[in-house]
């Protein structure tokens, strides 16, 4: 059965005079991209129902219709070359949609095809990017859509512009994103409705909130996904009012908000534990008779944890019909946050389908109650469940380790993180240079230290730590130093850890300095 290409409601679309005027995109990379191609179309669009009238009542293309299999799709290719209906744009685009959307699909077969028809329409294109941005693969999505460029028989349209934006957002690229801007821009594509959200999706997911805002505020059609698009781009970037002011902005202009709004509030009621506002918005949702969809349910309970209102949390846990992880993972974050060990440990046990985050939930929570060796032995029974750990899982490890000073287990870790081929990133990394530090030997943690490919103000002030713990006073002071010119700023952690070097070094006037220069430096502010 054929999909047809994205079924979009056109009824909203508002075709008006642009009005946002975007600064030219001066990225040197933008010359990657073909953009010669991008002058206005010389071709007519075509007209389906009359140049191809012929061609769409041809039996070959209802067999594709009912296509089952690639094996049959090369049958019924083969027959079409044969009799010269391959050279039809739209008995082609068939094919090719056929292979690209499919269940049975075939992207590299479908590049073939496409790669060896003469003028692929704009429509084959955006079935094939598509079919990429839904791989696993999405990348592939904006290598295509340069070969169109650089191929220039057709040009992107309405169409290609969301698929496209999509995969950067999902990937952030911001720098592809950019670039993909100003090819909209150009286009004047920019005032279509979904190509629009596709670019406050985008900016948003590539965290670059006041570009969002703007072509939002400039932009001269605005639908309710513009503003779920805003409002849950900015709580996930952590500005909660800002993200309830925006909402009640779209409220003052009459917009009725829906399931995806709801979450972006009550996230945001989450995030500020503010439970009387969580409340009403739970009202708001039964009031307006909001669906309970699982997202949706999931922040309610993340709200309710957040909040310290436990029960409310379990008794919408216990009416889902349909619990998911993140469901299963809230519920044990929040049990364990506030001491509820067992109950927490205890719901790991009875979910149905686990991964690694409800594990790495239990684990994290172990640690944070400083129940060390129960973190170490919950590892250990998740290898025996063959679950792979991860990143996060290591660091969970490393800190109990830490914590018990158990360096021969540490040791054994950080060999196990080389061994499956887990990346030392900054967290990782971090971690061990605590665990070494912590657990006495200062040497190897300097050494991970400077190995890191990357180090941020956690790593500088685990070590500035370390050097105090282990006597170095006068190293510690000038790895703050150093900490300082690279331009990262220490927190409260970093501060005693100097001054503990301070202390045990004997050097008080030099902690004083550090401490007072400290505060002019914020007075400068
Ligand atoms: C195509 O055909 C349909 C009915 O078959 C008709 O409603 C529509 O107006 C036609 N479109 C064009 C562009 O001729
Ligand atoms: C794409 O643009 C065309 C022409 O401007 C318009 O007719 C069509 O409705 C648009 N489609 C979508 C999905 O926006
Ligand atoms: C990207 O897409 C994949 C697959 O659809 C999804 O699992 C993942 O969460 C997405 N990532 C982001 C940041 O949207
Ligand atoms: C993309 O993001 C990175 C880091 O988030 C930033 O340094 C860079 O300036 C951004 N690029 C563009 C073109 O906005
Ligand atoms: C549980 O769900 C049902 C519908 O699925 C609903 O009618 C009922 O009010 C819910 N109970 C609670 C406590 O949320
Ligand atoms: C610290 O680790 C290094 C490298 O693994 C090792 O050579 C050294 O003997 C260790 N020192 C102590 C005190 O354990």
Redesign the pocket.
């Known amino acids: 059965m054929l999909i047809i290409l994205l079924s979009i409601s056109m009824s909203t679309l508002r075709v008006r005079p642009q009005r946002f005027v975007p600064k030219p995109v001066s990225d040197p990379l933008l010359s990657l991209f073909h953009t010669r191609s991008l002058s206005p179309h010389k071709h007519k669009p075509i007209n389906w129902n009359t140049t191809h009238k012929s061609v769409q009542a041809n039996p070959l293309l209802s067999l594709l219709e009912t296509c089952k299999s690639m094996s049959q799709l090369k049958q019924i290719q083969s027959q079409m070359i044969l009799t010269g209906l391959i050279s039809d744009g739209f008995a082609s685009s068939r094919l090719i949609a056929f292979c690209a959307l499919s269940e049975s699909r075939n992207l590299d077969y479908c590049n073939k095809i496409l790669y060896n028809t003469q003028n692929p329409n704009v429509f084959s294109w955006n079935v094939v990017i598509r079919g990429y941005s839904e791989s696993e693969n999405p990348r592939e999505a904006v290598v295509l859509y340069k070969k169109m460029l650089r191929n220039g028989g057709s040009r992107p349209d309405n169409y290609t512009y969301p698929l496209l934006l999509k995969v950067c957002a999902n990937l952030t690229l911001n720098f592809t994103g950019r670039e993909v801007l100003g090819h909209v821009m150009r286009l004047g594509l920019y005032s279509d409705m979904f190509v629009h959200n596709a670019v406050i999706h985008m900016l948003v997911s590539c965290r670059e909130l006041h570009a969002a805002r703007k072509v939002f505020d400039e932009g001269c059609v605005r639908d309710l996904v513009s503003w779920n698009s805003l409002i849950n781009g900015y709580v996930r970037s952590g500005l909660a009012c800002e993200a309830l002011r925006i909402y009640q902005e779209m409220e003052l202009k009459g917009f009725k908000p829906d399931e995806v709004t709801m979450i972006g509030v009550v996230s945001s009621c989450a995030q500020l534990e503010d439970l009387r506002l969580g409340r009403k918005f739970h009202r708001l949702i039964e009031e307006n008779g909001l669906s309970l969809t699982v997202p949706l349910a999931n922040s309610l309970m993340d709200m309710y944890m957040k909040c310290e209102n436990l029960e409310a949390a379990q008794a919408l846990f216990d009416n889902m019909s349909k619990k998911t992880i993140v469901s299963w993972t809230t519920m044990i974050v929040g049990y364990a946050k506030y001491g509820f060990l067992e109950i927490a440990h205890r719901l790991l046990y009875e979910i149905p389908e686990k991964n690694v985050v409800p594990w790495n939930a239990m684990i994290g929570g172990y640690v944070q109650a400083k129940h060390s060796k129960e973190a170490l032995a919950l590892f250990h029974e998740m290898q025996a469940s063959n679950i792979n750990p991860d990143e996060i899982t290591m660091v969970g490890c490393l800190c109990a380790c830490s914590q018990l000073g158990a360096?021969d287990v540490g040791?054994w870790i950080h060999h196990y993180i080389e061994k499956q081929g887990l990346s030392i990133n900054v967290a990782v990394g971090t971690a061990l240079v605590d665990m070494?530090a912590k657990c006495?030997?200062?040497?190897?943690a300097l050494?991970v230290f400077w190995d890191m490919p990357g180090r941020n103000s956690f790593t500088w002030t685990a070590i500035i730590c370390g050097l105090a713990l282990n006597g170095h006073a006068h190293v510690a002071i000038s790895y703050f130093a150093e900490m300082i010119n690279t331009g990262l700023v220490p927190d409260e952690i970093t501060f005693l850890g100097v001054l503990s070097a301070c202390c045990h070094g004997g050097l008080v006037e030099d902690g004083r300095n550090h401490i007072c220069g400290r505060r002019q430096r914020r007075h400068k502010l």
């Open positions: 360096l040791i070494y006495g030997n200062i040497t190897k050494k």
